[in-house]
């Protein structure tokens, strides 16, 4: 199999790294890059060694598949010439600005047979990856995302910004149907909302409580999952998974690795188990990991890790918390008078 023609489109901060990160990729050949600004562009191809296009078109003629890395506002345009140009599409996250873009994407791309991954990257972070396999089946999620300010990405709320990312992380684990999402969000630094909250139940029953942030002064990346016989951590940080568990309950199971006995609880008479396992995979790099995965399922033809119907399940349930922030700042303006 010969191997896939790859270009990037937007290298931005983002941009820059997806194309040195394709020289790792085993099965793809870099054909260059294409951005609006071209003395970006020029900059990023002489730092890396690729071509530079300074026609989007032309970039599109002699690739297979191309990483779109540009601004959110954008990716509904360039998405939708580079699947009209018959070619297959790494997409960064959020997917597109509104539903509809994304819908019509997802047209194309089925009319076209033609693949569309979406960069939710926390799917291949180490933490997530060193639980591949074991089955979850949570009841309750707690997660916390919190970042230091920064003003790139301020144009949109956190919640498309970063929450996203546990959006996405959480509707993959539970695997059921939001139904229910309260919120509040409050703009304290930027124009749009930069901290924000939101509960959302699920059709099975499963709750999720999110909070994401931009203004905090430490960081930190964790979800934790309770499920029946166990508690999960995953710390997106670090990329290290922790969970506590009863090795016999049908939640997850013990792999005989790492696993250090804690000692027994009475369950009336029975004597149960309680296990520790601290875990982490080995040479992970999230951003390499999916782009190698998009080589793949365009290489093999085989359905992305992340396709653009989950990202846009996510972008709808960030639509919803928005949604119900912007009823929470109502409901507040009206009590203030
Ligand atoms: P950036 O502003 O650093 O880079 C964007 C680049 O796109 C710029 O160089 C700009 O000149 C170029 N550009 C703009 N419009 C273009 C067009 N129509 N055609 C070609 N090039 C164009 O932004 P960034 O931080 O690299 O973010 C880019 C995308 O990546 C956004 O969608 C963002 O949400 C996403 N992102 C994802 C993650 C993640 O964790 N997966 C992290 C950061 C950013």
């Known amino acids: 199999m010969n191997d896939i023609k790859v270009g990037v489109i937007g290298v931005g901060h983002l941009g820059r790294l997806h194309t040195k990160l394709y020289a790792d990729v085993p099965g793809a050949r ?33 690739v297979q598949a191309v990483s779109i890395v540009t601004p959110t506002t954008t990716h509904h345009e360039v998405a939708g010439r580079a699947l009209r140009a018959g070619k297959h599409v790494f997409l960064e996250k959020p997917l597109t600005a509104t539903e509809e873009e994304a819908e019509e994407l997802i047209r194309l791309g089925r009319e076209k047979n033609l693949k569309i991954q979406v960069g939710h990257i926390e799917r291949f972070n180490g933490a997530v990856q060193s639980l591949a396999g074991v089955h979850l089946q949570p009841v309750f999620i707690e997660a916390h995302r919190l970042a230091q300010f920064n003003p790139r990405g301020t144009d949109v709320a956190v ?20 139904v229910k999402v309260a919120a509040s969000g409050v703009a304290v630094v930027s124009p749009s909302v930069d901290i924000a909250n939101a509960r959302i139940e699920f059709a099975n029953g499963c709750v999720a409580n999110v909070t994401a942030s931009r203004i905090s002064a430490k960081k930190m990346r964790k979800m934790r999952v309770f499920q029946k016989n166990a508690y999960i951590s995953f710390d997106f940080t670090d990329g290290q998974a922790e969970a506590f568990y009863i090795p016999d309950g049908k939640g997850a199971k013990d792999k005989g690795d790492m696993a250090i006995h804690l000692g027994q609880i009475d369950a009336a008479t029975l004597k149960r188990d309680i296990k520790y396992t601290r875990r982490a995979k080995k040479d992970v790099n999230p951003l390499r990991d999916e782009l190698q995965a998009f080589v793949e399922a ?20 960030a639509n919803r918390v928005m949604c119900e922030v912007e009823k929470h700042q109502d409901t507040l303006k009206a009590g203030m008078g």
Not at 41 to 46: K, L, N, R
Not at 298 to 317: C, F, H, I, S, Y
């Open 159 to 178: 919640i498309l910004d970063l929450m996203i990312h546990d959006l996405d992380l959480i509707l993959h684990l539970v695997g059921s149907e939001p």
């Open 30 to 62: 870099m054909m260059g890059v294409y951005d609006s600004d071209a003395q970006r562009a020029a900059v990023v191809g002489q730092e890396l060694g690729c071509e530079v296009y300074r026609d989007m078109d032309a970039l599109l003629d002699d």
């Open 298 to 317: 365009v290489r093999w033809d085989k359905t992305p890790p992340v396709t653009a119907e989950e990202g846009l399940q996510a972008l709808r349930l």
